[in-house]
C-alpha cells in the first residue's frame, strides 16, 4: 500500500489534497504526530471518507464561485482501505458519488483490514486466513465466502461515474496513467488498486510487485478500464497460469488442500470469462437513469 501511495502522490502532484479514512495508510503512515505527505492531507473516519471528500470539493466549489479560491481546482483524492471502500465506508462513498462530486476515490485493496491485525474484509479471498477466518476442524478453508465485486458495485449504481479503473503496484506507469485520467474527468472517478500485504498474506516482501503481477498472470486480477461503459482490458494474459501458482506463495492459503484450490479455480475461469466477453464490447452496459 505504501508503494500505491507513493506513485499516486508522485502522479497527482502538489496541488492535492488526500482524505485518509483510518487505516493503515493512515495509521502507519502519520505514527507518530508527522505525516509523510508534501500536499495537504485530513484524516477521516473509516465509515466516512467519500463524505468527507465531498464536503471539501464543495467547500472549494463555493469558494471558487465567491472569488475566495483563485487558481486551479485542487485534486481530491480518498485513499481507502478495502475496509473504508466497499464494507464500512461503501454508504459515504456511494452517497459522494451519486451527488456527482468532483473526487477520486481510491481503493489501495490490500484484501483485509490489515491495520487492526488482518481480519477478513469483502474483498478477502476465499480460503484465506485472517484472525477473523482461521481454518480448523469445522471449516477447513478459512474463509468461505467469495468476495465482492468491487469495480461492479460502482459501476452499477452511480449514474455520474464515467471512469473506473483496476491497477496494481507491479504496473507503476499504468498505475499513474490512471490516476491523471481520472482527475481528468469532471465528476467523480473510481480506481481499485492491489496492494500486496505481505505481513497480511504472508510472503517474503522482496515479492510484493512479483505478487501482483501473478495475481493478473493467474486472473485473480485483471487490469482494465471502463469508460461511459465500454471497458478496456489490458495485460490479459494469453494463457492464465493456473491459480496456485499465485496462491503457493502465500501463507495465508497454505492450509488450503487441493479440492479448495479447485473451488478457486473454477470461481476464476468464470470471471475470465467474462473478461474475454468484455474484451471486444463496445456497447454502453445499462445504467439507471438520472433522477431529477
Ligand atoms: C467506526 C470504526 N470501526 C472500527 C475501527 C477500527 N479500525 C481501525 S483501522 C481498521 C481497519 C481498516 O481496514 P481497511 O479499510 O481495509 O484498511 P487497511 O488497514 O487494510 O489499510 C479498523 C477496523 C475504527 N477506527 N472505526
Redesign the pocket.
Known amino acids: 500500500?505504501a508503494l500505491n501511495y507513493r506513485l499516486v502522490a508522485k502522479a497527482a502532484g502538489q496541488d492535492t489534497i488526500f482524505i485518509g479514512?483510518?487505516?493503515?495508510?493512515?495509521?502507519a503512515n502519520a505514527s507518530y504526530l508527522c505525516t509523510p505527505y508534501s500536499c495537504s492531507w485530513i484524516h477521516a473516519?473509516?465509515?466516512n471518507g467519500g463524505a468527507v471528500a465531498s464536503g471539501i470539493e464543495a467547500a472549494f466549489k463555493v469558494l471558487a464561485r465567491k472569488g475566495k479560491h483563485k487558481g486551479p481546482f485542487p485534486n481530491v483524492i480518498v485513499m481507502?482501505?478495502?475496509?473504508?471502500?466497499v464494507?464500512?465506508?461503501l454508504q459515504a462513498m456511494s452517497g459522494m458519488m451519486y451527488r456527482n462530486h468532483k473526487v477520486l476515490f481510491i481503493c489501495?485493496d490490500?484484501e483485509?483490514?490489515?491495520?487492526?491485525g488482518v481480519?477478513t474484509?469483502p474483498t478477502t479471498p476465499y480460503g484465506a486466513a485472517t484472525t477473523f477466518t482461521p481454518p480448523g476442524k469445522e471449516i477447513p478453508e478459512g474463509k468461505v465466502l467469495f468476495p465482492k465485486d468491487v469495480p461492479q458495485l460502482v459501476i452499477g449504481g452511480h449514474p455520474a461515474v464515467k471512469y473506473v479503473a483496476t491497477t496494481t503496484v507491479a504496473h507503476p506507469l499504468d498505475l499513474m496513467n490512471k490516476v491523471r485520467k481520472a482527475l481528468s474527468f469532471p465528476g467523480p472517478t473510481f480506481l481499485h488498486m492491489l496492494a500486496p500485504?505481505p505481513k497480511?498474506w504472508l510472503f517474503d516482501e522482496k515479492l510484493s510487485r512479483e505478487m501482483a503481477r501473478l495475481a493478473v498472470e493467474t486472473g485473480m486480477w485483471s487490469q482494465f478500464e471502463w469508460e461511459n461503459g465500454t471497458y478496456k482490458y489490458t495485460n490479459v494474459p494469453k494463457k492464465y497460469k493456473p491459480v496456485n501458482e499465485y496462491m503457493k506463495h502465500q501463507g495465508r492459503f497454505a492450509h488450503l488442500k487441493p479440492e479448495h484450490i479447485a473451488k478457486m479455480q473454477a470461481f476464476v475461469d468464470e470471471r475470465i470469462k467474462t473478461v474475454k466477453e468484455r474484451v471486444p464490447v463496445a456497447a454502453p452496459i445499462p445504467t439507471p437513469k438520472q433522477r431529477a
Not at 479514512?21 to 495509521?27: A, F, N, S
Not at 483485509?112 to 487492526?116: C, K, P, V
Request: charged residues 5%; contains cysteine; hydrophobic residues 20%.
Open positions: 500500500p479514512p483510518t487505516g493503515c495508510m493512515y495509521v473516519q473509516i465509515t481507502a482501505g478495502d475496509g473504508g471502500t464494507d464500512i465506508g489501495y490490500n483485509s483490514y490489515a491495520n487492526t481480519q474484509s500485504c497480511g
